[in-house]
């Protein structure tokens, strides 16, 4: 838990960085603290991370993407949050190398994934065919359920005026995340499956590592 805290905080700080401090006005911000809400952070790391933001002094994180490939051709791209890009570079290039992996340029593997938004809210009260159709017109890609959650995806690009016709609509949203979803996978035998799965944890386990995303089956 202290270690999704942490990952979250890095990515308030960054978002409200860039963006501005008032969830108002900064719609990915709103989404990260209704994220670190169903996470059951405390208020007051959230006011901490804000304030992070604030500071003119603060070495700020930055996020960087890694681009490479697992044994057996897999496809990884890695989404980071740093204070020291070259201690990042050298730990994720250290993980590669101990399996077999390459470290890729930029640009190298990013075109095999598309960049998706979704939201998770519960669909008490709503017609659920009426509220695809009505939200298609604002970009969705498809609309589903899980375990009784609702979720909607969409292109990357299209998060705020998703965002924003759910909240008018309104719709209590849940948790909002950012992916890479793979436009055609790889299907291995599963002692190498396993193998790919054991770098990928690896990565994950690195304390700058926000998400890992594969082409694997």
């Given at each position: 838990?202290?270690?999704?805290?942490?990952?979250?905080?890095?990515?308030?700080?960054?978002?409200?960085?860039?963006?501005?401090?008032?969830?108002?006005?900064?719609?990915?911000?709103?989404?990260?603290?209704q994220?670190?809400?169903?996470?059951?952070?405390?208020?007051?790391?959230?006011?901490?991370?804000?304030?992070?933001?604030?500071?003119?002094?603060?070495?700020?994180?930055?996020?960087?993407?890694?681009?490479?490939?697992?044994?057996?051709?897999?496809?990884?791209?890695?989404?980071?949050?740093?204070d020291?890009?070259?201690?990042?570079?050298?730990?994720?290039?250290s993980?590669?190398?101990?399996?077999?992996?390459?470290?890729?340029?930029?640009?190298?593997?990013?075109?095999?994934?598309?960049?998706?938004?979704?939201?998770?809210?519960?669909?008490?009260?709503?017609?659920?065919?009426?509220?695809e159709?009505?939200?298609?017109?604002?970009?969705?890609?498809?609309?589903?359920?899980?375990?009784?959650d609702?979720?909607?995806?969409?292109?990357?690009?299209?998060?705020?005026?998703?965002?924003?016709?759910?909240?008018?609509?309104?719709?209590?949203?849940?948790s909002?995340?950012?992916?890479?979803?793979?436009i055609?996978?790889?299907?291995?035998?599963?002692?190498?499956?396993?193998?790919?799965?054991?770098?990928?944890?690896?990565?994950?386990?690195?304390d700058?590592?926000?998400?890992?995303?594969?082409?694997?089956?």
């Amino acid at each position: 838990m202290a270690k999704i805290f942490t990952k979250i905080v890095k990515e308030i700080t960054i978002c409200a960085k860039e963006g501005g401090t008032d969830p108002k006005t900064n719609s990915k911000l709103r989404a990260l603290i209704q994220n670190a809400k169903s996470a059951n952070m405390p208020k007051e790391n959230i006011k901490r991370a804000l304030k992070k933001a604030n500071e003119s002094n603060m070495i700020g994180y930055k996020k960087i993407l890694f681009e490479g490939y697992a044994p057996y051709g897999i496809a990884l791209l890695i989404e980071t949050a740093t204070d020291n890009n070259n201690r990042t570079v050298a730990n994720i290039r250290s993980y590669f190398n101990k399996f077999g992996g390459s470290l890729g340029i930029s640009g190298s593997v990013e075109y095999m994934f598309e960049h998706k938004c979704n939201f998770r809210f519960n669909p008490k009260g709503f017609d659920l065919e009426e509220l695809e159709l009505d939200l298609i017109d604002y970009g969705i890609d498809e609309l589903f359920t899980i375990d009784g959650d609702v979720y909607i995806y969409g292109p990357f690009d299209k998060f705020g005026s998703i965002q924003e016709k759910l909240e008018n609509i309104p719709v209590n949203i849940l948790s909002t995340q950012f992916e890479r979803i793979p436009i055609n996978t790889l299907e291995l035998e599963e002692s190498k499956k396993e193998e790919v799965n054991t770098l990928i944890n690896l990565i994950e386990e690195d304390d700058d590592v926000i998400s890992v995303f594969s082409n694997l089956k």
